[in-house]
């Protein structure tokens, strides 16, 4: 388990020292409401609580779970943690196709024609005092660990990527994949 999030922080170290940009684009949220609300379960407690939505299926961490080893690995040092809303999910999910229709990403045309089947793992983290939700999207998972624990997927390319998006900006930041083996 260590030797995974050492080779997905020196991945991501290398990504970022790469000198290429992240992605970041406004995302558009439509003002009627969806078709069928997100259903939620209490993210007041520690453990995690499973949201779905009319084309989505994931689980949003809350804050006051435990700090593990993972956590301390996966985001940056001096992040905290908060609980994101439904709302804040739901606007996400609303502004993710248009995302990935502008994004230019030559694997966004492949990801669009399965996204409804993606599982969805959401992190609220604070960074230099703004809002940010780290979403891990995973195409094929075996077990139903996801929905409980944080998952670290090396390898599998568009099937497992991540995004940062900002409730406060509306936009998305940090598109990246995973490695092919």
């Known amino acids: 388990m260590i030797i995974r999030v050492l080779l997905v922080l020196l991945s991501s170290i290398a990504a970022c020292s790469s000198g290429e940009p992240t992605e970041r684009t406004q995302g558009h949220v439509s003002q009627t409401p969806a078709s069928t609300p997100a259903q939620t379960q209490d993210t007041s407690g ?39 809303a439904e709302s804040d999910i739901l606007s996400a ?12 990403n030559p694997k966004a045309p492949e990801i669009l024609k399965r996204l409804e089947t993606y599982k969805r ?37 568009s099937c497992f990527f991540n995004l940062q998006y900002s409730p406060e900006t509306k936009t998305f930041s940090h598109f990246g994949f995973n490695g092919e083996a």
């Open 46 to 84: 520690s453990r995690p609580a499973l949201v779905k939505g009319p084309r989505f299926v994931g689980v949003i961490f809350p804050a006051s779970g435990k700090t593990t080893r993972v956590d301390l690995d996966l985001y940056p040092k001096g992040a905290s943690f908060w609980t994101p």
């Open 93 to 104: 999910e609303e502004a993710l196709t248009p995302f990935l229709k502008q994004s230019g």
């Open 121 to 157: 793992q959401y992190r609220g983290v604070v960074l230099h005092s703004h809002k940010q939700i780290f979403i891990r999207f995973f195409c094929q998972i075996s077990s139903d660990e996801w929905m409980t624990e944080q998952t670290i997927i090396l390898d599998g390319g």
